[in-house]
């Protein structure tokens, strides 16, 4: 057994439901996982109880290759936590070994050395008075606030004022939704920024392309976690606050607020498994449902099986949707009282109990494509039932979805259609099979002639994840698939194995030469792609990268 990886949790996770530390065990065949976690609670109990701790919970995670070993600690001295975790976790190392303890009294004597000199008694404080006014309370290694958008405050963390020097009257929380799932998170706080500018409120978005506050992009990249959602929450023009939350963020550091007034769990499906110990569905969808853990209202998918399962176990208010409004277990939530918000008739209907409010037609929403692109017909009805929960009207949400387009400027990647010299393109981001199957199913609606699909993935994708990806592709039966080579995202296979692999799961399912192509970068993909159409054709280019490259090719 050895320690893979050593990190603060700086908010509510899969294992904790605060701040704190956690170690990632490698746990090998023959390595009694249960029983060193045991010992790590022995020794680790003995450490906290010498360091002044002793109010600390602690967490252990085993699981298939691994464990994580977590505790509470003080949000001031989070560094100095993860010292004494790797103590304990030497302290075990040893004692399993049979080998002699190092001096202890030496040890904690250095531990709370480590906690003293880190400690910042002012930031403790502040967090205290933010509880004490009802408000939320933000930090990190640099900054520390109170409040949220256009009611915050933030100071430097060796900045921070005495109480009466700050204006709690003007200090307050602005309505926070978290949205995360598989698939759809990008668009949805998209179409819910849409609905809130036509509220006439400030938006502020946190999500995978950027960060922005109202019609400012702030920054460039992935913020889809508790950094981005920092920044976004500061932000002192912003009114309202849509965070895409990912799951990588919320394994590695936790959430970045610990109250929402919506959590969004779109949808749960195989991607990125055998990461941060997470090897099967319901440990990915107990990874999502950590949102739950801050939030006031929850809003899930019903159509979603897994989904359907963990929200059903989860005592948080609920709203569902779904695109089937005489689901049975639709009609028992309505008529127990629950809120629901569903397609009925071609319409998007929010309904609670037997009252019922019609939103809009759905051929009135363009990115749903006249109903054909069931995905963001999902998208849209999850984006109403959050809507609802940030205090937006009907007439906002309805302008919202009316006027949201998926473009290259306002969603990249994500639908993004062209009509080159007759040759109908749809670009899209599409990175798992989910996403493809969900790709496929809406372009098996639209007509063409012929189609092409363009297909790749990351080597950190196991083998089932990348024959299932072939799978999906081959069921929508296209005319040409090219295989791209995708060699910037290796990620310790070696070049053409996993392009490998989509073709022999192609061939197996019944793909012949003339069906077949390899192809190199994103813009070589692209540039095949269209050398093969003809007018009347349907192209469906998923692309990973060089996304600005083939949108202005």
């Known amino acids: 057994m050895e320690v893979r990886d050593s990190r603060r949790l700086t908010g509510p996770n899969l294992l904790t439901t605060g701040p704190g530390v956690v170690l990632d065990i490698v746990v090998t065949a023959g390595d009694d996982g249960a029983g060193a976690a045991e010992v790590w609670r022995r020794q680790l109990a003995r450490m906290l109880e010498a360091v002044g701790w002793t109010d600390a919970e602690l967490f252990s995670r085993i699981f298939p290759g ?11 001295a989070l560094y100095a936590a993860t010292e004494v975790n790797e103590w304990a976790w030497a302290a075990t190392v040893a004692e399993l070994a049979g080998e002699e303890e190092a001096e202890f009294d030496t040890a904690a004597q250095r531990l709370r050395e480590e906690i003293a000199g880190e400690v910042n008694p002012a930031v403790l404080q502040l967090q205290a ?42 200090i307050h929380d602005v309505p926070v939704a978290q949205i995360t799932g598989t698939n759809g998170k990008t668009t949805t706080v998209r179409l819910l920024a849409a609905m809130v500018r036509a509220s006439g409120l400030v938006p502020g978005v946190s999500s995978t392309d950027w960060i922005e506050a109202g019609d400012e992009v702030l920054d460039h990249g992935d913020y889809s976690g508790p950094g981005g959602a920092r920044q976004v929450l500061r932000d002192r023009r912003v009114e309202r606050a849509l965070l895409e939350t990912a799951r990588g963020g919320m394994l590695r ?44 209202r929850l809003v899930l998918n019903a159509d979603d099986p897994v989904v359907r399962r963990h929200g059903e176990a ?60 069931r995905n963001n017909v999902a998208n849209a009805l999850a984006a109403v039932a959050v809507a609802k929960h940030l205090g937006l009207g009907v007439k906002a949400i309805a302008d919202g979805l009316r006027r949201f387009e998926s473009t290259p400027e306002t969603n990249p990647g994500r639908q993004n259609e062209f009509d080159v010299e007759g040759v109908r ?115 469906l280019l998923i692309v990973h990268s060089d996304r600005d490259a083939v949108v202005s090719y």
């Open 253 to 296: 550091r936790g959430l970045a607020v610990e109250k929402t007034d919506a959590a969004l769990v779109n949808n749960v499906a195989e991607d990125h498994l055998g990461e941060f110990g997470v090897h099967d569905l319901d440990a990915l969808a107990a990874c999502k449902f950590v949102v739950a853990r801050a939030a006031r």
């Open 314 to 373: 989860i005592d948080v208010p609920t709203t569902w949707f779904s695109l089937t409004a005489e689901d049975p277990f639709i009609v028992a939530h309505r008529g127990a009282g629950g809120e629901v918000c569903v397609l009925e008739r071609g319409r998007i209907i929010l309904a609670t109990g037997e009252r019922k409010v019609a939103i809009l037609e759905i051929a009135e929403v363009p990115i749903a494509l006249v109903g054909a692109a």
């Open 129 to 170: 008075l933010a509880a004490d006014h009802d408000v939320a309370f933000l930090w990190d290694d640099d900054r520390v606030s109170v409040g949220l958008g256009r009611g915050s405050r933030t100071w430097a963390v060796d900045a921070i004022p005495t109480n009466d020097e700050i204006p709690w009257d003007r």
């Open 425 to 539: 393109v749809i670009l899209d981001f599409a990175h798992n099979p989910h996403g493809v199957e969900a790709l496929l199913e809406m372009a098996a609606a639209i007509p063409g002639r012929r189609r092409l699909v363009t297909i790749g993935q990351a080597g950190d994708r196991d083998d089932a994840s990348i024959r299932q990806l072939a799978r999906s592709t081959w069921d929508a039966r296209p005319d040409k698939v090219l295989i791209k080579a995708m060699t910037e995202y290796l990620r310790g296979r070696e070049e053409g194995e996993v392009a490998a692999l989509l073709e022999a799961e192609l061939r197996a399912q019944g793909a012949s030469d003339e069906h077949l192509a390899h192809t190199g970068s994103e813009l070589e993909t692209a540039k095949a792609a269209l050398d093969w159409a003809e007018p009347g054709d349907l192209v």
């Open 66 to 76: 691994g464990m994580s070993l977590a505790f509470h600690a003080p949000i001031d």
